[in-house]
């Protein structure tokens, strides 16, 4: 499989998103993330995630999914690595950055982290 350069020169994004206190956050919250008017859902073609089956990250970022917000996809479509994904989702849930953001930001404030 080839990729053009770019695409391994991505931003990691906000470095606290990957924080292990952010990460408890988001479990205790991953059901409001689920059920969140700003969730979308990304509908997947079989020949797509046949492609991507073992490879989440892979399918996220061929999706436009930063790098930062992959694990709390990963979490929230039910899977503990990205090795678990089997290539049969069919619809996975998209996390909305207003939902992350201000998680993030009530994690901040409360830890006192700048």
């Given at each position: 499989m080839t990729f053009p350069v770019s695409f391994l020169q991505e931003s990691a994004g906000n470095t606290n998103i990957y924080s292990k206190g952010f990460r408890n956050l988001i479990e205790n919250h991953l059901n409001y993330l689920k059920t969140s008017s700003y969730t979308r859902p990304l509908v997947l073609d079989s020949h797509i995630e046949y492609k991507y089956k073992g490879d989440f990250n892979?399918?996220?970022?061929?999706?436009?999914?930063?790098q930062d917000y992959r694990w709390i996809t990963m979490r929230m479509n039910g899977l503990s690595s990205p090795l678990d994904y089997n290539g049969a989702l069919g619809v996975i849930l998209i996390p909305g950055k207003t939902d992350i953001n201000s998680l993030l930001s009530k994690f901040l404030n409360t830890t006192g982290i700048q």
């Open positions: 892979g399918l996220l970022q061929a999706n436009g999914i930063t």
